[in-house]
C-alpha cells in the first residue's frame, strides 16, 4: 500500500467519524440548513411549486436531494414513504459526503498526473481541503457547486470521451452548475477560456501580442467548442432579465457592493490553506527579490503598499451580519484582526505576499497540468468578479478559487505532499472539535449554537 493510499484511506476513516459525531451532536438544522433541508423536504412530498424567499440559490441542491433521498429509500431504507427518508436530515447531509469522498475523488482521479503515487497523494490532499470539508457533514450548496465546474473543468482539459464529445458535455454540467449557484456562470467563462488557451499553438511564453492573437484566432477557429458554452452564457443573461438580478431571494441582504478588499481575504485563505505547496526558502527568496531586488521594485512595492492600503480604507464593507453572528470564524477574525486600530501595518504586507504568493506559483507551476498565462488573468478576473459584489465575509465563498488554485500548482516533493495532508487533517481536527464540543446559547434559537466557517 503506497503512502498516497495510506492518506486516503485516513481520510475516509475521519469522515465517517466525524459524520457520525455530527448526526449524533447536531441532529438539528445547523444556521442555513433550515431553509434548504425544509426546501428539499417540500420536493420529497413533491410539492415543487412551492418555494422559500428566503433562499439565495437555485433549486439544484433540492432536486438532486430529492434523487438521492429516491435512491436511498428504493435501494438500502426500503421506505413506502419519500417523505420519512428526506426527513432525516443525515440522509440529506450524505449527498455531500458521498459528491466530495467519491464523486471529486474520481474527478481528480482523471485530472491528476499520470504517476499513481503522485495522483493518490493528489487526490487525498485536494478533497481534504479544510473549507470543503466543513460542508461534507451540512446540506449546504457548497460542495455539489462546486464538484460541477470541476467537472466541466476536467472535461475541456482532458477530453476522455473525444473533443466534441466531452466539450459538449462539459458545456452540459456547467449548465446544472448554475442550479446550485448562479456565480459559477463566472466559472464558466474560465473553463472556456481554459480550452481556448489550451489549444492555441504558442504556449510559455508568457502573455504577449503574439499570444493574445493566437488566443482570439483560436477561439474564432474553435466556434463550433466554443457555441455550446455560449449558449450557456445567453441562458443565464435570459435568467437575470427574468428573474430581475442575479439573486432569487432575500436580495436585501444581497445587494450589489464593491467589497474590493474581499480579494485579499480570499488570497490570505488560499496561502494560509496551502501552506505546504509553497512553503520553501527559495519562496521566500523570490519574494525578496521580487519586493527588494532593485530600486525600481522597491519603489513598486511601495505604490502597492498604498494602494492596497487604500482598498482597505474605501472598499472594506462590514454587513451586520459580520458583526452579529458569532457562528462564524469571521465574527473573531474580524473583531480580533481585522477591526483592530493599527492591524493594518501587518496586514498590507500579508495581502501583498499572499496576492504574489497565489500568482507566482501558478506561473511557477512546471507540471504537467498547469494554467497559461491568459488563463491565470482568467482565474483571477472570475474570482475578484465573483466575490467583489459581495458584501458578505463568507470563506466558503473561496472554495472554488482554493481548489482550482491547488488543482494547478505542485508542491516540490513528496516531503511537501505529507506535510499538506497532515496541515489539511490537522486544520480539519481541530475545527470539528470546536465545532462538536463547544456550544453556547441564542436568544432566537431552540438548540445550541456552534462555530463553523
Not at 480550452?195 to 503574439?210: C, H, S, V
Request: hydrophobic letters at 50%; one cysteine or more.
Amino acid at each position: 500500500m503506497t503512502l498516497g493510499t495510506l492518506y486516503y484511506g485516513v481520510f475516509i476513516l475521519a469522515c465517517a467519524v466525524t459524520f457520525k459525531l455530527v448526526s449524533e451532536t447536531v441532529p438539528e438544522p445547523f444556521i442555513d440548513e433550515i431553509f434548504h433541508l425544509r426546501q428539499c423536504q417540500t420536493y420529497c412530498a413533491y410539492k415543487f411549486n412551492e418555494w422559500d424567499n428566503k433562499i439565495t440559490t437555485p433549486p439544484g441542491l433540492y432536486l438532486l436531494g430529492f434523487v438521492y433521498s429516491k435512491i436511498i429509500s428504493l435501494f438500502f431504507v426500503h421506505s413506502n414513504s419519500l417523505v420519512d427518508v428526506c426527513g432525516n436530515s443525515n440522509v440529506l447531509r450524505s449527498v455531500n459526503l458521498f459528491g466530495g469522498a467519491i464523486v471529486l475523488a474520481l474527478i481528480l482521479n482523471g485530472l491528476s498526473p499520470a504517476n499513481f503515487e503522485k495522483r493518490n497523494y493528489y487526490i487525498a490532499n485536494v478533497i481534504s481541503s479544510p473549507l470543503l470539508y466543513t460542508y461534507y457533514f451540512l446540506f449546504y450548496t457548497d460542495v455539489w457547486a462546486s464538484i460541477l465546474v470541476i467537472l466541466a473543468l476536467y472535461l475541456v482539459v482532458k477530453r476522455p470521451i473525444g473533443n466534441l464529445v466531452s466539450i459538449f458535455i462539459s458545456a452540459l454540467v456547467s449548465f446544472i452548475s448554475l442550479w446550485f449557484r448562479q456565480t459559477n456562470i463566472l466559472w464558466v467563462i474560465f473553463v472556456v477560456v481554459v480550452l481556448i488557451d489550451q489549444r492555441k499553438k504558442t504556449k510559455n511564453e508568457g502573455l504577449t501580442l503574439t499570444t493574445c492573437k493566437d488566443f482570439l484566432l483560436q477561439a474564432f477557429k474553435d466556434i463550433v467548442m466554443v457555441a455550446p458554452f455560449a449558449l450557456v452564457t445567453v441562458a443565464f443573461a435570459g435568467f437575470v432579465v427574468y428573474n430581475g438580478g442575479v439573486t432569487l431571494g432575500d436580495k436585501e441582504n444581497h445587494k450589489f457592493n464593491l467589497h474590493v478588499v474581499q480579494v485579499f481575504y480570499c488570497f490570505s485563505f488560499i496561502t494560509f490553506f496551502t501552506v505546504p505547496v509553497w512553503l520553501s526558502v527559495q519562496t521566500l527568496k523570490r519574494y525578496l527579490k521580487f519586493t527588494l531586488g532593485s530600486a525600481l521594485k522597491v519603489a513598486f512595492t511601495v505604490l502597492s503598499f498604498v494602494g492596497i492600503k487604500y482598498i482597505v480604507d474605501n472598499f472594506t464593507i462590514v454587513h451586520p451580519f459580520l458583526l452579529a453572528d458569532n457562528r462564524h470564524y469571521t465574527f473573531y477574525i474580524w473583531r480580533k484582526i481585522l477591526r483592530v486600530k493599527y492591524s493594518w501595518i501587518c496586514l498590507v504586507p500579508v495581502y501583498h505576499f499572499s496576492t504574489w504568493t497565489v500568482v507566482s506559483n501558478l506561473l511557477s507551476n512546471k507540471s504537467s497540468l498547469k494554467l497559461e498565462p491568459i488563463s491565470i488573468i482568467a482565474f483571477i478576473g472570475c474570482t475578484c468578479i465573483t466575490i467583489i459584489p459581495s458584501p458578505l465575509f463568507e470563506p466558503r465563498y473561496y472554495i472554488l478559487p482554493l481548489l482550482i488554485f491547488r488543482i494547478f500548482t505542485s508542491p516540490k516533493s513528496e516531503k511537501h505532499l505529507s506535510f499538506e495532508f497532515a496541515w489539511n487533517m490537522l486544520i480539519n481536527l481541530v475545527t470539528v472539535t470546536i465545532f462538536i464540543n463547544f456550544e453556547f446559547p441564542w436568544d432566537t434559537e431552540t438548540f445550541p449554537q456552534r462555530i463553523i466557517w
